[in-house]
């Protein structure tokens, strides 16, 4: 029988069926590894909300994520968040944005995240105010701390240091199409992460006791989501742990 040009082939729907089968078995063991990590750190289990790293990965993965539970999920570059989000818009998926952001592009993307985790500088703060006016949008926002000592690292890596914190949440607290929801962070390279997310967390304390509704902490990613989970994370942001080694961007 005659198939319609785009209806997918017997070849495809087996491929489809076979990353569909591969990414319930890796969710199902990232949401396990949350759960003990919960249990373990003596925390309430399933209160530690998983938000799926889709970057380099292509929108019918995040599609079938979707089928699978998921509803969060995190970009980190503009190019190409914008163009998942509209082709995924019929999902009702919330939009995180992860990446380093430029000022100039922090208007656009205003236009579809839901949740901005990097803003680490006051130009920023403004910049996403005035992109989520323009749409008529009220835009979550979550500090990104650097949890690098040296400074030039903290720059190449993005992240406020932590002086910087409290006058950004301030800005963001004043900006009307904005809301402060708390923290994220990136645990340094190579460095203890249970020191560096006890950090994290002294600078969200600081960041709640003048904020009390900013109670968000996004920290540890696929290999040290335990590591953050004891230390007080409320998100984790798990990529290759559930999508596989990221592929070459093409
Ligand atoms: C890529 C990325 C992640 C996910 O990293 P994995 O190691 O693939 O889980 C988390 N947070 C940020 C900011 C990222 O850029």
């Not at 029988?1 to 569909?20: I, N, Q």
């Not at 799926?52 to 190019?79: F, I, M």
């Not at 914190?165 to 190579?190: C, D, Q, S, W, Y």
């Not at 902490?217 to 230390?231: H, K, P, Q, W, Y």
Request: proline residues 5%.
């Amino acid at each position: 029988m005659p198939r319609p040009a785009d209806a997918p082939s017997k070849r495809e729907v087996a491929a489809g069926e076979h990353r569909r089968h591969e990414l319930a078995c890796n969710l199902d063991d990232v949401r396990r590894r949350i759960v003990r990590a919960e249990v373990d750190a003596d925390r309430t289990p399933n209160q530690v909300k998983l938000v799926v790293v889709t970057k380099s990965w292509p929108a019918p993965d995040v599609r079938l994520l979707a089928s699978l539970g998921v509803s969060q999920v995190a970009e980190n570059r503009h190019q190409e968040a914008v163009g998942k989000a509209a082709e995924l818009a019929d999902l009702a998926l919330v939009w995180h944005f992860i990446g380093q952001l430029q000022t100039n592009k922090a208007q656009a993307v205003a236009g579809y995240a839901h949740v901005v985790e990097s803003v680490d500088r006051l130009r920023l703060v403004a910049a996403l105010d005035h992109g989520a006016q323009a749409t008529n949008r009220q835009l979550r926002c979550l500090i990104q701390v650097s949890l690098d000592d040296a400074r030039d690292l903290a720059a190449a890596r993005g992240g406020a240091s932590s002086a910087e914190v409290l006058p950004i949440a301030a800005a963001i607290a004043n900006a009307p199409a904005l809301t402060l929801e708390g923290v994220m962070a990136v645990a340094p390279l190579g460095k203890d992460g249970a020191e560096a997310f006890d950090r994290l967390r002294v600078v969200a304390e600081s960041v709640r006791a003048e904020h009390p509704t900013a109670t968000t902490i996004s920290a540890g990613m696929s290999g040290d989501l335990e590591i953050a989970v004891a230390r007080g994370a409320t998100h984790v942001r798990v990529g290759s742990a559930v999508l596989g080694a990221r592929p070459p961007v093409g």
